[in-house]
């Protein structure tokens, strides 16, 4: 396609979105730059927040949203006022959360707290009150720039993690009954949610012994020790009720200490750290949280899986230990600042290297969109309005990522499921023959029919700009994909746009072809 | 009714041609040829119970001395009176009984159409408590942690992480035989993408129970053909980008799928076997109809995969038990039925994997914590029913079979002994069973005698 053609199509689009904007400023970035940051750090560009942070520049823009906490999940009621039974029903919440996937400005931080939230993974396949879920998930809104030992703790005490991994109302080891702590949140906290299994150097690869074996990072013993600190908490007490040892399911507030349930025996954890006896629940959550954080492996640990959610599934070594290093040190000698780690993953060259478009291409970079980041992309490039009633969530879950509803504390797909190829491609564990033509059936179903009552999108954009295939094609190429659709693509979805016999079915037919393609849906 | 597949000349050539030598022979090399002289139709499913299932409250030895062991350690876990089904008694006379919900299986036990499978268990090689405690012997990757152990079960290669399933291995197998006639995957999963059946140089079909692969939109018009066409023509070019192509390979397997299953299925008749209206009712239904129309999808070799998870009991496991076996139950009781009405009961075996089962010492809560070595379920006409294979472990905490003091049993049988037997069966001749299931060296049996 030719130069100028973009260029136009670019010039509109800026002009469109600068009767937005009340100041006027140089743009710094081009738009495939700030349409590549966008991929990576939001629910996807809009020719609005492309034109910002042209304009803005990424240090400021990364300011500006990290100063932003706008969005919400409604608070739902304890009972269904219908029948007086245990509220279940999460479809207002959904509903909620692709809403301000798609209008609310504090993108970044969306973003950031669904990752966290597919790392620290509760579901409603086990928790079924829907009042658990908007509390958990303000946990991840609110500290997804501030500290990751912050996120340890109010995670720990939040009581929705308590009922999906057992560390409420477990008591110490009865020998009359014969029982012993539950290991359940000792084992799942240090292999998914801090350490990982296998010792990790700085840069993500596994460290390995003098035979060439991978450092387990804890053994069984460890696990059933770190049960033990974690014996006494129990659920909030609920609005009138008497406060009992062991109380009931109860979601709203933190989880407190029964100290006779606790087990003050020493424990020997990992790396030659023992929590000292005779400590409160509470002293040994600190004691935890302390142990776990200085440990060096958790900044590779946590990292990468950070990595592969914004920017990419097979980030190099190098961008690994350039990220975990800051995860480390911030440099003010703290460690585990969410904000200084994800300006570190936003900024580094690895990220950044693809917004040059004459730089060599890295054939490894970017990752499968899940379907929950698709969704809203698909949405915001298509201008669409979504109300109450919108029903999103059947369709990431047609496509295999069923919203709060993750098969297991193993979230929706694996940090480290490999492709047949051989690569990183977490997101392909749920992309199979079915959910591939799921995700076309979802794109058809946006183009040319309805995706639910409560959605509708709007094409007249794409129509105004179809005053030729050309200009089309590379209005699209700026809203879908960075203003750098390949000339294969952009081939194929003007043959399918010129069999067509009106200017919307063009629109349709070219946006279909971009939509399905898998230029499109692995975000590089 | 079953009709038995039959060939027709177009793929009585393919097979010809098949056997000829202009097969892709990796990684099997050249080996005998089943097609002409195997059964007609084998296929194996793979019930796989996701979280780790309790198989300590599966299936319970009811002799004195074990129960009253179980009833003592297990605790507030302990199954007695209505909780059990009636005592039934192995071949040789030995009592069992099953959990109550899972009337059926032990219906199935009776009727000798299942056998039991005692403390099976990804194994590196056979290992002792002392070695365990030792270390000094190997050991599987990452005990305890179920996607780990999912992993083995599925690789059946205990040690690291192996890129292939067992089951993937087999298909790979079949399509360097060219059993089957058509390029129809010969791995079929409904319940998602699994390691299980992941091979080499083949890859799964996956649907959802009821689904369709055929792609919404598309009409014989031009404007319509030349949409579907501007698509397929992208999925086989080759932009560069590696996680693009692996995407566009999924998606054309997609494609290509989805109209051989349509058409065979659409020749199938209505099952006069009901499925119970739940999950994994509704992923053997499925099954059930796709064995319908093996021969018209051209397969002669098929595994497939199904799965029911929420067996992570760390708490309140009695009640769950309670409602996943109502779910497990009734549906392997009405796929048997529906293999029988099929007229392919022999044809077809089914078995259980699961993460590992779980700690006989109950924990805080009313459950129970990550262990090892599991019972598991084979049913099917073929299966010599009514038995226990393998051997239980000794229930006692600290005691033989324990890896520490809760009552995780270290297995007696490897999961290559159990997928080997399987294998077997199905038509892995000895010759391939090694680079299927490359620790099967290590165990001194490579057939358990559960199919015969």
Redesign the interface.
């Known amino acids: 396609m030719s130069n100028s053609g973009k260029i136009i199509a670019a010039l509109a689009l800026a002009g469109i979105a600068a009767a937005a904007q009340s100041t006027e400023a140089i743009p710094q970035m081009t738009v495939r730059a700030a349409s590549r940051v966008l991929d990576q750090a939001t629910w996807g560009p809009t020719p609005l927040s492309v034109t910002q942070l042209q304009r803005m520049g990424l240090e400021n823009w990364l300011n500006w949203q990290f100063s932003l906490n706008t969005s919400d999940l409604p608070d739902q009621p304890l009972l269904d006022p219908a029948t007086g039974k245990t509220n279940t029903n999460l479809r207002p919440v959904t509903a909620a959360f692709f809403a301000n996937t798609v209008t609310e400005p504090d993108q970044l931080r969306q973003r950031v707290a669904f990752a966290l939230s597919q790392i620290w993974v509760i579901s409603h396949t086990s928790i079924g009150p829907a009042y658990a879920f908007p509390p958990y998930w303000r946990i991840f809104r609110d500290h997804a720039f501030g500290n990751y030992a912050d996120i340890i703790k109010a995670v720990t005490l939040n009581p929705g993690m308590g009922a999906y991994l057992n560390m409420a109302n477990n008591v110490k080891a009865n020998p009359t009954k014969g029982t012993a702590a539950n290991e359940n949140y000792s084992r799942e906290l240090m292999q998914l949610f801090t350490l990982g299994l296998t010792q990790l150097n700085p840069d993500g690869t596994p460290a390995l012994d003098s035979n060439h074996n991978p450092v387990p990072t804890y053994d069984q013993t460890v696990v059933t020790n770190l049960a033990r600190a974690f014996t006494g908490w129990t659920y909030p007490t609920a609005a009138g009720a008497t406060a009992k040892n062991t109380n009931p399911q109860y979601f709203i507030g933190q989880m407190f200490a029964v100290e006779s349930l606790h087990d003050t025996s020493a424990k020997p954890i990992f790396n030659g750290i023992t929590i000292p006896p005779g400590q409160t629940a509470e002293q040994d959550l600190t004691s935890v949280i302390q142990a776990l954080m200085a440990q060096p492996t958790m900044a590779p640990f946590i990292s990468q899986q950070l990595i592969e959610h914004l920017v990419t599934s097979n980030p190099s070594p190098a961008y690994v230990q350039r990220v975990s290093k800051v995860f480390g040190d911030n440099g003010q000698r703290v460690a585990g600042d969410m904000k200084a780690v994800i300006t570190a993953i936003l900024t580094d060259p690895e990220a950044r290297a693809g917004d040059d478009p004459n730089a060599a291409a890295n054939p490894n970079i970017g990752h499968l969109r899940e379907p929950v980041l698709f969704m809203p992309n698909l949405l915001r490039a298509l201008n669409a309005t979504l109300t109450d009633t919108s029903a999103i969530y059947n369709d990431t879950a047609l496509m295999g990522q069923d919203l709060f509803n993750p098969p297991s504390v193993f979230s929706y797909f694996s940090p480290s499921y490999r492709t047949q190829g051989g690569l990183l491609g977490p997101e392909f564990q749920i992309y199979t023959t079915q959910t591939a033509a799921e995700r076309a059936d979802v794109i058809n179903a946006a183009l040319y029919g309805k995706l639910d009552k409560g959605t509708t999108i709007d094409l007249s954009f794409y129509e105004t700009f179809n005053t030729s295939l050309e200009t089309l094609l590379n209005t699209i190429s700026i809203t879908l994909l960075h203003d750098s659709m390949s000339t294969s693509l952009y081939q194929a979805a003007y043959n399918a746009a010129s069999a067509q016999t009106s200017k919307l079915a063009q629109v349709q037919a070219a946006l279909y072809v971009v939509l399905t393609s898998n230029e499109y849906q692995v975000i590089q | 009714m079953y009709v038995p597949p039959k060939l027709s000349r177009r793929k009585l050539i393919r097979l010809g041609a098949a056997t000829a030598g202009t097969l892709a022979l990796r990684p099997f090399g050249v080996l005998p040829a089943l097609a002409q002289s195997g059964p007609s139709y084998r296929a194996l499913v793979c019930v796989f119970l996701?979280?780790g299932n309790d198989s300590n409250n599966t299936v319970i030895p009811m002799d004195s001395a074990n129960y009253q062991a179980y009833t003592s350690?297990r605790?507030?876990l302990a199954l007695s009176g209505t909780d059990l089904t009636p005592t039934v008694q192995d071949v040789n006379g030995n009592p069992y009984a099953f959990h109550a919900k899972l009337t059926e299986v032990s219906s199935l036990f009776s009727s000798k159409a299942l056998a039991v499978v005692a403390n099976t268990g990804p194994l590196v090689a056979p290992v002792t408590r002392a070695q365990y405690q030792a270390q000094n012997s190997p050991l599987p990757?990452?005990?305890?942690?179920?996607?780990?152990q999912q992993l083995a079960w599925q690789s059946s290669i205990a040690q690291g992480h192996s890129?292939t399933g067992w089951a993937g291995r087999v298909a790979d197998y079949i399509a360097s035989q060219n059993l089957n006639s058509s390029k129809f995957p010969s791995f079929f999963?409904v319940a998602?993408?699994s390691l299980i059946g992941?091979g080499a140089s083949t890859?799964?079909?996956?649907?959802?129970p009821g689904?369709?692969?055929?792609?919404?939109?598309f009409n014989s018009s031009?404007?319509s053909?030349?949409?579907l066409?501007?698509?397929e023509?992208?999925?086989t070019?080759h932009?560069?980008?590696?996680?693009?192509?692996?995407?566009?390979?999924?998606?054309a397997?997609?494609?290509a799928?989805?109209n051989a299953l349509s058409a065979a299925l659409a020749k199938g008749t209505a099952l006069k076997t009901t499925f119970p209206t739940t999950s994994i009712g509704a992923q053997l239904k499925q099954i059930a109809q796709v064995i319908q129309v093996a021969s018209d999808l051209g397969m002669t070799r098929q595994i497939f995969f199904a799965s029911l998870?929420?067996f992570?009991t760390?708490?309140n496991e009695l009640n769950t038990h309670n409602t996943l076996y109502a779910q497990l139950s009734p549906a392997l009781a009405a796929f048997f039925e529906a293999t029988q009405e099929l007229g392919a009961a022999n044809d077809v075996t089914t078995f259980t994997e699961s993460d590992f089962s779980r700690?006989f010492?109950?924990?805080?809560?009313n459950?129970s914590?990550?262990a090892w070595g599991s019972h598991h379920l084979v049913m099917g006409g073929a299966v010599q029913g009514g038995q226990i294979f393998g051997k239980f472990p000794m229930f006692e905490l600290g005691g033989p079979d324990d890896?520490?003091t809760?009552g995780?049993w270290i297995p007696t049988t490897s999961v290559d002994q159990y997928g080997a037997t399987l294998s077997t069966w199905f038509g892995v001749p000895q010759s391939a069973l090694a680079t299927v299931f490359p620790n099967l060296a290590n165990f001194s049996s490579s057939n358990l005698g559960f199919l015969g």
Do not use: C, E, K, Y
């Open positions: 996701f979280g350690i605790g507030a990757s990452n005990l305890f942690s179920h996607a780990d890129p999963s998602g993408n992941t890859q799964p079909v996956a649907i959802s689904g369709s692969l055929q792609l919404a939109g031009a404007a053909q030349a949409r066409q501007s698509l023509s992208l999925l070019l932009t560069g980008a590696s996680l693009a192509q692996a995407a566009n390979g999924i998606m397997d997609s494609i799928d989805a998870g929420g992570d760390h708490t700690t010492q109950p924990t805080s809560g459950g914590d990550h890896t520490d809760r995780r």
